[in-house]
């Protein structure tokens, strides 16, 4: 093989590679849920990771005041690769217990059970064990 035809299919290569890391990630879905005194915003996505080494589908819910510092902390995150699409529900029990929920036993990677005075639990709704 030539010296152009080797440039030429490095290039590409490189162009092919580059492509599928193109907007990484892709948020596929999001939701959000205001605690009963308005004090506290729980919130939701689904990320959608592409490329060679660093595929995956996760979901991550983080937790932040609505006065003062405003910086989210993340509360939860789901690693989605084996199970596919979850589904998730946040519903605030009272202004300081946020209930997670989710379907389908996707891998719980991390998990906080408490943040700023809020009390967080998690529920796997899926019916039966893996």
């Not at 589908?57 to 989210?72: A, F, I, N």
Request: proline share 5%.
């Amino acid at each position: 093989m030539d010296r152009k035809h080797t440039s030429t299919l490095i290039v590409v290569g490189v162009s092919v590679l580059l492509s599928a890391c193109r907007g990484n990630p892709t948020t596929t879905w999001s939701a959000a849920a205001r605690s009963p005194d308005g004090r506290w915003i729980a919130s939701a996505r689904t990320d959608q990771y592409s490329g060679p080494g660093n595929a995956g589908l996760y979901t991550t819910v983080e937790l932040r005041r609505t006065g003062g510092q405003k910086s989210p902390t993340e509360i939860l995150l789901l690693d989605q690769q084996e199970t596919g699409e979850i589904t998730l529900t946040m519903n605030w029990l009272t202004p300081s217990h946020l209930e997670v929920a989710y379907t389908k036993h996707p891998s719980l990677e991390f998990q906080v059970v408490k943040c700023g005075g809020i009390d967080i639990s998690v529920r796997d709704l899926s019916g039966s064990s893996k």
